[in-house]
């Protein structure tokens, strides 16, 4: 059975870092292409980044360039995302998923998702 666990949220002050895991059971996570998605309150989930499969590349949403990475471990079948200078907005639930790359900055989830995990960046 495909399951995602996401953990590593919580508070934190604006400016902090947090590190979010992804562990995967149920499939081989490296031959897939994985993002992270994330849900604020009364709004839709959106894409946030992904690492492809085949060669490891990565995206992130203007939202977050430069100050979120994506990054895998095939070995402990675990995709993270380090979230330096967090801002207020990034406040949501985080979650994990398989992903289909569209091409272009379009990638859509597939899969079955995790509870996901809570960031509420406040001070």
């Known amino acids: 059975q495909v399951q995602f666990v996401e953990s590593g949220g919580g508070l934190v002050q604006p400016g902090g870092s947090l590190r979010l895991s992804c562990a995967a059971s149920?499939?081989?996570?490296?031959?897939?292409?994985i993002g992270w998605f994330r849900q604020a309150p009364g709004e839709e989930r959106k894409g946030v980044s992904y690492?492809?499969?085949?060669?490891?590349?990565?995206y992130y949403e203007d939202s977050v360039k430069g100050r979120f990475t994506i990054s895998r471990d095939n070995a402990k079948n675990t995709v993270y995302l380090q979230m330096n200078s967090l801002k207020p907005e990034d406040t949501a639930v985080y979650y994990c998923?398989?992903?289909?790359?569209?091409?272009?900055?379009?990638?859509?989830?597939?899969?079955?998702w995790g509870q996901g995990t809570q960031v509420t960046v406040s001070s």
């Open positions: 690492i492809s499969s085949r060669d490891g590349s990565t």
């Open positions: 998923a398989t992903v289909y790359i569209a091409g272009g900055g379009v990638y859509y989830p597939s899969g079955s």
């Open positions: 149920g499939f081989t996570l490296a031959n897939y292409a």
